[in-house]
């Protein structure tokens, strides 16, 4: 079976996906001089025409996906970017109707670190806990809103855990209250449906690397009616109607077009298959003793599966693992050597936390890899266990939490 | 993971040999047998080791050695190459052992220097096990 398979086995599409080959195409047609390779803010010759149409047909298949304006849609460097924009700018265009911002303790970096900064600028911010389960329910942002909240930002999709977040109902107590609501949707295009049309949001960040575009790449959604304005954050040259300065890359731009006009065309299609996917890796691996999934089964995407494995720790299982390419919330992975601040949130003992693996699928992921990679996993934590004095504590009736543990 | 070529192979051979590399347990009742558990879950690492020992002269000496390791791949290696220093040594000789010793042998990254201190800490405990059985 392993002959048919190219290892490592890529399980970490939320982390980034690859670019479909038939975006790929449409990027190397924007590049050389035979191709469309001109500044879109050339007035004054076909390159530059050329160019903006090409921008602008990319500009209306991401409106397209999210269903807005097309002009609600201004470039941006990738979802960090337009998170930094949607906070900042909210921030430093209203500061004077008030100073508290509302988001969650589990937002992607790309949002506390902006409001971080907002702090050092005498800003308040909200950090909400989610619940049990990785939601943010509208009830705990209705409780947080003060009389000087002027923004509020939740994701859509967790990134770790993959659980989906009730924008509507968010949405509706923010626009009861008269604040901006801003919502990182990095891990929803190509995932679930958006419709901006119907949902209560004024602005939305989109990524193109998580949906087989280009990285380097993303986009704002400002709504217009009713309006919503931003101070830009990069000046020169007055692009993007003012609010984001700096000539537009146009290969770039018409990949993330082609990537979102896929999405939109084939999202369907790539959610039944990825749900099968899915299942088939869920049903074998819930086979296994003492498995515990974080986040919330009945409510999430199917790409995205977050595990703990107990009694394992998460970072020898990723050495175990090492022809299966995945991402852990172990606090041996990262630098700070802290387990994921996403399932401590969620009330997750570390050591669990530290037994996580986010498994997340994708457009090319096949029945093959997804069984291969369960006979990997199950040899993994089998052998792990049988090395683990806690694994051995547990079957002798022990109570972890009983021992007086020296920590260290 | 900035981890030496050394510390994935010792990771690797223990997982796949668990019984040449004395991963298992003996019986903690036993006189003869020192058990040190040191670490803690929450730290994300807990190091068994036990000790069988014999007399000789007026000293014991360590004739096997059996342990389990949960923590990350550095933790494992580390407790299986102090385990690899162990089998022969008297007790004096096996409490000398030091931290650097182990890291050194490994090429740890100094981010993991604390698995091989656990290590260490892990055969002072056994061996204090032993002697309070005496």
């Keep these: ?408 | 993971m900035a981890y030496s070529k050394k510390v994935i192979e010792k990771f690797e051979n223990t997982l796949n040999e668990p019984e040449k590399f004395n991963v298992g347990r003996f019986d903690p009742k036993e006189a003869n047998i020192g058990t040190g558990m040191v670490g803690a879950p929450a730290c994300g690492d807990v190091m068994k080791l036990q000790i069988k020992c014999e007399s000789k002269g007026n000293t014991h000496v360590i004739k096997d050695v059996k342990f389990k390791t949960y923590g990350c791949g550095s933790a494992i290696a580390s407790s299986s190459e102090l385990v690899d220093m162990l089998v022969g040594k008297t007790l004096e000789e096996a409490r000398e052992i030091k931290n650097v010793e182990i890291a050194e042998a490994l090429e740890l990254p100094p981010i993991k220097i604390h698995c091989s201190v656990l290590a260490e800490d892990s055969i002072k405990q056994a061996i204090d096990d032993f002697e309070q059985k005496q």
């Design chain 1, 1 to 408: 079976m392993s002959n048919e398979i190219n290892l490592p086995i890529y399980m970490d599409y939320a982390s980034t996906t690859p670019v479909d080959p038939r975006v790929a195409q449409k990027i190397s047609d924007h590049l050389t001089l035979d191709g469309n390779f001109g500044n879109p803010a050339s007035r004054s010759h076909k390159f530059g025409w050329k160019a903006e149409e090409a921008v602008e047909e990319a500009r209306s298949h991401v409106a397209n996906l999210v269903n807005c304006d097309p002009r609600e849609i201004v470039w941006t460097s990738g979802a960090t970017e337009a998170d930094n924009l949607a906070i900042k700018g909210i921030a430093n265009f209203y500061k004077n109707n008030g100073k508290h911002i509302i988001t969650s303790k589990i937002e992607h970096k790309a949002v506390l670190d902006p409001c971080r900064q907002l702090e050092r600028d005498g800003f308040e911010i909200t950090y909400l806990e989610p619940n049990d389960r990785g939601l943010i329910t509208p009830k705990a942002v209705s409780d947080a809103i003060r009389e000087d909240t002027i923004l509020v930002s939740i994701m859509h999709i967790n990134n770790e855990l993959g659980t989906i977040n009730d924008l509507h109902g968010i949405g509706r107590v923010a626009r009861k209250n008269s604040v901006f609501f801003h919502v990182d949707a990095a891990q929803s295009t190509g995932k679930v449906d958006i419709d901006l049309g119907d949902l209560p949001v004024d602005l939305m960040s989109f990524s193109a690397h998580k949906t087989y575009g280009p990285k380097g790449i993303g986009a704002l959604f400002v709504r217009r009616k009713p309006r919503v304005r931003i101070e830009a954050q990069i000046h020169g040259g007055g692009h993007e109607r003012g609010m984001r300065s700096g000539t537009l890359p146009t290969h770039q731009i018409v990949g993330m077009g082609e990537a979102f006009k896929l999405a939109k065309e084939e999202m369907d299609a790539d959610k039944a298959r990825i749900k099968l996917m899915h299942d088939r890796f869920y049903d074998s691996i819930s086979k296994i003793e003492e498995i515990y999934v974080n986040g919330d089964i009945t409510n999430k995407v199917s790409n995205i599966l977050n595990i703990s494995f107990a009694y394992v720790e998460g970072e020898s299982l990723i050495m175990a693992l090492k022809d299966i390419a995945v991402s852990s919330g172990s606090a041996c992975t990262s630098a700070s050597l802290e387990p994921s601040y996403v399932l401590r949130a969620l009330g997750i003992k570390d050591e669990l936390a530290s037994s996580s693996i986010r498994f997340s699928f994708g457009r090319f992921t096949t029945e093959e890899e997804v069984d291969y990679t369960l006979t990997l996993i199950n040899h993994a934590v089998e052998r792990l266990r049988e090395l683990s004095p806690l694994w051995e504590m547990y079957l002798d009736g022990i109570d972890i939490d009983s021992v007086e543990w020296q920590t260290h």
